[in-house]
């Protein structure tokens, strides 16, 4: 059974930096594609970021330059290092894994709370 467990998410001060964690597990870790959505109240979940079993990263243009992906395949994890945090950052930000985007192989976490306030 698949299970992604994020964690990390907090309440910070505008200007602050969060780091966001994600443990897999169930799968093949270094062979999935790894990403962050964020889904805020009203609005539809997006991507945040996402990096290849290659290691492609890709940003949303939002995010650029204030948000770094990484993965650590020997420990079956994947973070999101989040910088310069605006108040529009704040969401539910959910770890997804997929392989080669097959819908059969595409599995969400349980989302983490971000909240950017003063």
């Known amino acids: 059974q698949v299970h992604l467990v994020e964690s990390g998410g907090d309440l910070v001060q505008p200007g602050g930096s969060l780091r966001l964690s994600c443990a897999a597990s169930?799968?093949?870790?270094?062979?999935?594609?790894m990403g962050w959505h964020r889904q805020a109240p009203g609005k539809q979940r997006e991507l945040v970021a996402g990096i290849t079993d290659g290691g492609i990263i890709t940003y949303a243009d939002s995010v650029k330059g204030r948000f770094t992906i990484s993965r650590d395949n020997a420990k079956n994890l994947v973070y999101l290092q989040m910088n310069s945090l605006k108040p529009e950052d704040t969401a539910v930000y959910y770890c997804n894994a997929n392989f080669r985007n097959l819908p059969s192989y595409y599995y969400w976490g349980q989302g983490t709370q971000v909240t950017v306030s003063s």
């Open positions: 169930g799968i093949i870790f270094n062979i999935y594609n």
